[in-house]
């Protein structure tokens, strides 16, 4: 594989357009929250685990852009190579700049190349390794050169798939050393939020829960202390390791949490109170396969309660940042964006119903000390008495397609 090849062949097309005017209602709705969209599933780029291209009713980058600032989204993730490229590198950094656009993630796309079939960062052969090192090191760099947090990384498509193949031992020190690398290439300024996943349709992962994710976060900066102070006095380590702490987080996606048939309350409040969790890709799926469905969807009480644990700790207070994270195989892609937001402030809706009848009542109310069936009977007591809630109308994508000419 020559990289240079791969980052040509990858790239998506892209235009200048200046702004045009957003859509009120749709930034009222947008505006208490730090709302932010993968890309690829409005550009179906990409394709899924499933087929190649999706329902038609993709749009091209430079129009996706526009869509996101119309609504009031904040901020774009993007894959490298993929969606952003160093041949429309300018051009897209013009688009977001115009618009106020934050750039969320530039994530190493180390899963399209034949060459990362079975694996990445943590495959057997070293020159894959390198490869795949060398990718996150250029997708960091761009991170650090626009300022993002963090670089997401799923690391779903790297691991095993049999027995007496690999070395799980190997492989997450392999996965470790390679945080570590990618972290030190840019001196901490950009961090990385790990996506762990239990399995992706050709192996099993090196990260699969949202508690090896946080072991690995820990030992990835204790690896980076103990390389500093090769070259550090013991006084002046803290000093030189300041850059790096805190800079390893958790990205979880719903999804990949209900695979291993957990809770992603508890995932969320594990990670938050670890002040790991950098970011939410709030989906859904049935727990046997990773289609990608919008949140709150098929669980709603976890999605309830996730909720509500965010709000307790005040997450969003903190900088959470949620980017739902979807493949509308069979929908209109960019209703089924919308619709995630209407979800997701739908459930922060109820969640805030939950909390005043904490306050009024006690938290002991929904758990020390009682049963299943009168939690329950109270949640269903506040769902019913309704929330305060205005969606976003499915109608402005159709008006947003008419606007532009799509």
Known sequence: MDINSYLRENNLEVKYIPKG??????????????????????????????????????????????????IGVKGVSFHYP??????????????????GLSITSIAANTFSHPVFKYSGPAASDPKVRGLALELNKRAQALGAKYGTLFQTDWAGRDGFDGYFLYDSVAQWEWTRQAYADILMSVGGKTGIAIEFKPYDAPEQSVIKTAEETLMMCEEVENLIRERLKEDVEDKEIETAFAPYRGKMGV??????????????SEAVAKCIRADRLFLRHENDCEGRIDNDRIFGSLHFFDALEATFVQLKYEWDNNGGIHEPDIFPQKDDPLKAYI?????????????????????????????????????????????????NYTPIDLKVADIFRKDMGL
Not at 251 to 264: F, G, M, P, Q, W
Not at 373 to 379: D, G, T
């Open 21 to 70: 005017e957003v859509y009120e209602d749709a930034i009222k709705a947008t505006s208490d929250l730090h709302f932010s969209a993968g890309v690829w599933y409005l550009t179906g780029h990409l394709g899924d685990r499933f087929s190649p291209v999706q329902t038609g009713l993709n749009i091209p980058l430079w129009a996706a852009i526009e869509f996101l600032y119309r």
């Open 82 to 99: 993929g969606e952003f490229s160093d041949e429309y590198e300018d051009i897209i950094i013009q688009l977001l700049t115009d618009r």
């Open 251 to 264: 990205n979880i996606e719903d999804a990949h949490v209900y695979l291993s048939t957990r809770k992603v």
């Open 339 to 387: 619709q995630s937001i209407n979800a997701i402030n739908f459930y922060y809706a109820l969640a805030k119903r939950v909390m005043e009848e904490h306050e009024e009542k006690g938290i002991e109310g929904f758990y020390a000390g009682r049963g299943a069936a009168e939690v329950y009977s109270r949640l269903l007591d506040i769902i019913s008495k309704g929330v």
